[in-house]
């Protein structure tokens, strides 16, 4: 058995697998001592967000139908980065990928763990700055637009629900509350 906090594990096995997620069954005595199961979803990347943010404080936002929700979604330049590769390196990466930008200063802002009660998943999120353009090379899964809005703009699109992406709403408002002092 293997104690995690108050639960203890009794056996994990894999459900289901491909090359981005695995997905766990446990057998578990939960913290009142009963027992039951628990289901984890394990990625296999570190996810990655970027805001780049222009000298004028606009944000590069990129736009895509997202296949998971069956609607389109503005967001900021997201990815995988393998485990074990340096998380900056890869943040450079699905930058230029997505928008075709590249930055020369780099601010991690935050680290965060989304839908923790069935995920291990964690994640960071980049300010990305002195910004220069430059082509897009899309992965053949992505047909992405890119729109270019004042930071001002995109915090509205949040608010009016047009931005409902969590990973973009985090750095949305860790800019926002940077650049208000």
């Given at each position: 058995?293997?104690?995690?906090?108050?639960?203890?594990?009794?056996?994990?096995?894999?459900?289901?697998?491909?090359?981005?997620?695995?997905?766990?069954?446990?057998?578990?005595?939960?913290?009142?001592?009963?027992?039951?199961?628990?289901?984890?979803?394990?990625?296999?990347?570190?996810?990655?967000?970027?805001?780049?943010?222009?000298g004028q404080g606009e944000v590069?936002?990129?736009?895509?139908?997202?296949?998971?929700?069956?609607?389109?979604?503005?967001?900021?330049?997201?990815?995988?980065?393998?485990?074990?590769?340096?998380?900056?390196?890869?943040?450079?990466?699905?930058?230029?990928?997505e928008t075709g930008y590249e930055?020369?200063?780099?601010?991690?802002?935050?680290?965060?763990?989304?839908?923790?009660?069935?995920?291990?998943?964690?994640?960071?999120?980049?300010?990305?700055?002195?910004?220069?353009?430059?082509?897009?090379?899309?992965?053949?899964?992505?047909?992405?637009?890119?729109?270019?809005?004042?930071?001002?703009?995109?915090?509205?699109?949040?608010?009016?629900?047009?931005?409902?992406?969590?990973?973009?709403?985090?750095?949305?408002?860790?800019?926002?509350?940077?650049?208000?002092?």
């Amino acid at each position: 058995m293997t104690r995690i906090g108050p639960w203890e594990r009794r056996t994990r096995r894999t459900v289901y697998e491909n090359p981005w997620i695995e997905v766990w069954h446990d057998d578990v005595v939960r913290p009142d001592g009963t027992d039951g199961i628990y289901g984890v979803v394990h990625p296999r990347f570190l996810a990655v967000g970027i805001v780049p943010l222009t000298g004028q404080g606009e944000v590069v936002l990129v736009g895509q139908y997202r296949y998971t929700l069956d609607r389109y979604s503005w967001e900021i330049p997201e990815g995988g980065v393998p485990l074990g590769e340096d998380e900056l390196a890869g943040a450079r990466r699905e930058l230029a990928e997505e928008t075709g930008y590249e930055a020369s200063t780099w601010r991690l802002m935050l680290r965060h763990s989304l839908t923790n009660s069935i995920s291990d998943e964690r994640g960071v999120v980049f300010l990305a700055t002195g910004l220069t353009s430059g082509r897009a090379r899309p992965e053949p899964t992505e047909d992405i637009t890119v729109k270019v809005v004042p930071l001002a703009r995109a915090l509205e699109m949040v608010d009016e629900g047009e931005i409902h992406d969590a990973v973009t709403q985090l750095g949305l408002y860790a800019v926002a509350r940077l650049r208000s002092g």
